[in-house]
């Protein structure tokens, strides 16, 4: 049987009315958790194994996809209403998706992330069930050095693509990178900055971070206003659903955020939120509307959220080839697979081929389920806007603070949680961009440890960082994007360059 | 709104652990050993009627040593705690310098364990562990090593090869990775000249052809793995990678005894046994005086590998 056989063979089997029971289940469940900033799909997979052990196979990896998928599209319903991430994939959702939702665009804004977000895993799971194997070589060829040189790009890129002021992105963006030093280096495993406090030795969780920044700064901005009246948040202006416009403007984005996403979750190391950082920086050099990015452009949700999709579905390339699992989800993913005695690797598709089949299957009938489940909920979502400011605020306060200590009871990190809302709040009230400390403190530590390693196995010699063909034309490509501006500026074209960017300083 | 419900349906099925006979610490992330093993020890416990209902906690950190602080000072004397930990512990402990040790709580057993593997890639010129030992002995730098953590089992392992093969332990070129897989990468990609994890991590990838195994740290050959041990490479090396569980500190002795009594008859259960065997673990069930003599054996051997080392001072 061909790889069609396999996967129409797939589709018939998961198609069970009882197996459809589960994926909603699957569904439900991890749209519900992608929402509470916390509580993880890892957590809420670990939590259900102990149950599906009484399911056969089939029935409890289609619920497992059904969380992953459902986590991934979650996370963006908080991020674009609350502008609090419900994981750390979503964070730049918030960036364009919030400022849209106040303008009364929360409708589009959801409706190009759901519909994004299913045709990105549509594609990537498509991409997954023909082209594994062939992707999995390529995912390998990137050894440290190459990773160091894709975080260079990412850091270029993304810290252009933040704030009018360079000066003030990169500020935020060192902060980032100092708070990405506390805790034990990897490396060598002594402690560093944590001040012998025991909490501080696992470093600062992202999560929480993000959303003290976004959440509770923003939270105590709006409070701290004279004239309450200033910003007023529309819940509704024009259609709940995408205008035609909105449409042209989105499916570009959609597409480039999966062809961006897919690989760099395929990659032991890469990580969603990276694919979200160059989908956003992409959008926006090529955007005709760069002016809008900040204040609510479309295209900077729509090409994120189908990275963060299209990265899920990378993330199962070297756990179904390798046996390699790259996020914690897919851990336990891979603990179900060995509970029912499999043992994914490179045999897994020659030794189980209705298994690999009937996962495939699930993904995609999963991914078709969250769009029914979502696109009629999004008239009731952007209700949620309509709410008096002072009770919605109130009430992100509570849903902030209940996430994080549900994820970790512990005093510290409420006091994090609190502190960083401090800094977010000072950061706004200067005009500081919040999103670079965000990016420095997922990046920082990456960026750090591949470098070293390289370097390690290097024995010291940094021209093993240009060997590489791939790392010399990933730094060749940031080096170009630094230096162009500046010659661009130099000869005295800053104005086009200003509107082309949007962040002349 | 539905999902503020939601979110306190949540917090209130975490924050109700009071109808547990057990409530087990997994100090690490889910999806790692200590949880999976944590999670095992909650289905078998339950299915064969030893608890009525047992409860799984993961509090991650820092090699275990957060969820170790934690356990030891909040459950003084409570004789339904317990901790999953292990010898990757026992080192974290010495490199973190963690105020609390496992002298802090009552360690109850081992309850698994996995013996390491040195791997080397497939399209690697090395083809036994003497090429690679011998490559060592050459230029200890440019034999870069990936494995787990730095300061865990794998580093200690790299640690006592270079040792007993005479070679200054702090100049080996040990690469730290988040866990196996990470490293696993890394091996396939060329990008180091040898790995080395848990036997299970490679198993896959070995059988596929595609990683060369040169050796395990067992103290004799195991069955059906086609490699010598590190003794018969003529390494005086042998080591076990070791999970455990732990009870509260505080315990009197007929508590200490009912908790014993409830594992041992759980890793002697058929079901124990055939979870070991699904998840490729070991079983090295060993309790009483006897755990405790190796217990503090492989503390003070684990001490002064890390000193040799030079992660700790």
Partial sequence: MGAFDFLMQGLATAADPMLLFYALIGVTLGTAVGVLPGIGPALTVALLLPVTYRLDPAGSLIMFAGIYYGGMYGGSTTSILLNTPGESAS?????????????????????????????AGLIATLLLAF???????????????????????????????????????LTSLFLGLALACVGIDQL????????????????????????????????????????????????????????????????????????IGFPIGAMPAGGAEIGTFLSYATEKKLSKHPEE??????????????????????????????????????????????????????LLFATNPTLVWGLIASLLIANAMLLVLNLPLIGLWVKLLTVPKPWLYAGILLFATLGTIGANPSSVELGMLLGFGVLGYVMRLYGYPIAPIVVGLILGPMAEQQLRRALSISQGDWSYLLHSPIAATLLGIAALALIVPLILRARGKGQVLAQLAGDED | ????????????????????????????????????????????????????????????????????????????GNPDALIVGGYVMVGAILTNNSPVSLKDVTPIARLTGEYEAIVVPAASEIQDMAGLVEKLKADPGAVSWAGGSAGGTDHIAVGLIAKAAGVDPTRINYIAYSGGGEALAAILGNQVTAGISSLGEFEAQIQAGTLRLLAVSAPERLEGVDAPTLQEAGLDVTLENWRMVAAAPGLSDEQKAKVTADVEKMAKSENWQKQLADKGWMDTFLAGPEFDAQLAKDTEATAAILKDIGLVK
């Fill in chain 1, 91 to 119: 964070i730049i959702t918030a960036l364009e998706g919030n400022k849209m939702a106040r303008k009364g665009r929360g409708g589009p804004a959801l409706a190009t992330a759901a519909i994004g977000s299913f045709i």
């Fill in chain 1, 293 to 346: 990015f900040g204040q609510g452009a479309i295209e900077g949700v729509a090409g994120p959220e189908a990275a963060n999709n299209a990265s899920a579905a990378g993330t199962l390339v070297p756990l179904l080839t390798l046996g390699l699992p790259t996020s914690a989800t897919a851990a336990i993913m891979l603990a179900g697979f060995q509970q029912f005695g499999l043992q994914p690797g490179p």
């Fill in chain 1, 131 to 169: 082209l594994a194997p062939t992707i999995v070589k390529l995912a390998l060829v990137f050894g440290p050095r190459e990773y160091f040189a894709l975080m260079v790009l990412a850091f270029v890129t993304v810290s252009a693509a933040f704030g009018d002021s360079a000066l003030r992105g």
């Fill in chain 1, 188 to 259: 060598t495993g002594q402690a560093r900055l944590s001040f012998g406090q025991a909490e501080l030795l696992d470093g600062i969780e992202v999560t929480t971070m993000a959303v003290a920044m976004f959440a509770v700064g923003e939270a105590l901005f709006i409070a701290g206003q004279r004239d309450q009246h200033d910003d007023e948040v529309t819940a509704v202006k024009g259609s709940v659903w995408m205008s035609r416009s909105d449409w042209a403007r989105s499916w570009k984005p959609w597409l480039r955020g999966t062809v």
């Fill in chain 2, 1 to 76: 709104m539905k999902h503020l419900v939601l979110a306190s349906l949540f917090a209130g099925a975490m924050a109700l652990p009071a109808m547990a006979d057990y409530t087990i610490i997994a100090p690490a992330n889910p999806g790692g050993g200590w949880d999976q093993t944590a999670r095992t020890m909650q289905t078998v416990l339950q299915e064969e009627g030893i608890s009525k209902s047992v409860q799984v906690q993961n509090v991650p950190g820092a090699g275990g040593t957060i969820g170790l602080a934690q356990f030891a000072s909040q459950n003084k």
